[in-house]
């Protein structure tokens, strides 16, 4: 494979099992197949394809639509940007290999993926027919009626459907989107507040003075039960001084 305008300098050779997976940026490369007159080996097949990249929009973002064969789609997830990765058609095609590659912007908090649609031919491990999230080193493949529903705060990950030659279901249809989610707010109630009397302590030696409202005014009777005096009508004069009015005891 030869990479750029300097064909020859830029050239990266394979051999045996050693498969080319390459993204290119470069406008112009070339492939080149070589064989000497000795043995030969079953040979390779590979498939260039041209992988889309969808710009932050501020909302909904183009959408990824499988059709069939290979393809792969970069795309730059932000504050309020949502797409759709779905299968096409009433039943996805064989042989897919449909990738999004996804970048999440530092001022989306998180990103959540849900499906809508979900229904593959299932097996017990998921071979053939399956979508898989990668999330960093954890994968997940996901078939049958068991659709994703997952929220990650990881800054890149992969969406991946695969099929197989053989049978076909209706396909899947799932939202990615930044999602912010909202702190949990916990309403408390005040305490209810009984008002109480007033009660007035009489030193032996001076006027009333005022020891204000107690919920536990019994341990204070006991303790001045000779000083204590309740007053039923308290009043208050301009100065925030009591003139108290009443019965008292």
């Known amino acids: 494979i030869f990479l750029g305008s300097n064909l020859e300098k830029n050239k990266i050779k394979y051999c045996r099992s050693n498969a080319p997976n390459l993204t290119i940026k470069e406008e112009a490369f070339q492939l080149l197949f070589s064989s000497n007159g000795k043995k030969a080996a079953a040979g390779l097949k590979c498939s260039v394809a041209c992988s889309k990249q969808i710009p932050t929009t501020g909302g909904s973002s183009s ?34 290999k449909c990738i999004a590659n996804i970048k999440v912007s530092k001022q989306c908090k998180e990103a959540k993926i849900s499906c809508s649609k979900f229904n593959t ?24 009626t068991n659709a994703p529903d997952v929220s990650t705060k990881s800054r890149s990950f992969k969406l ?34 009984t008002e109480l009397p007033v009660y007035m302590y009489k030193p032996e030696c001076c006027d009333y003075h005022t020891l204000g409202h107690y919920r536990n005014v019994e341990r204070y009777l ?24 009443g019965t008292g005891w």
């Open 63 to 96: 959408d990824v639509v499988c059709e069939n064969g290979k393809m792969t789609t970069n795309i730059d997830l932000g504050p309020g940007d949502s797409f759709s990765f779905s299968t096409a058609g009433t039943k996805y095609a064989p042989k897919q």
């Open 121 to 144: 031919i299932a097996n017990s491990q998921c071979k053939g027919d399956f979508l898989l999230v990668k999330l960093g080193k954890q994968k997940t493949k996901y078939c049958g």
């Open 160 to 193: 991946q459907f695969s099929s197989d030659k053989k049978k076909a279901a209706a396909g899947v249809e799932c939202t990615v989107q930044c999602d912010d989610p909202k702190p949990t707010t916990i309403t408390t109630q005040a305490p209810t507040t």
């Open 222 to 245: 006991q303790d001045y039960s000779t000083h204590f005096y309740f007053f039923d009508n308290v009043t208050y004069n301009q100065f925030g001084a009591i003139d108290w009015v």
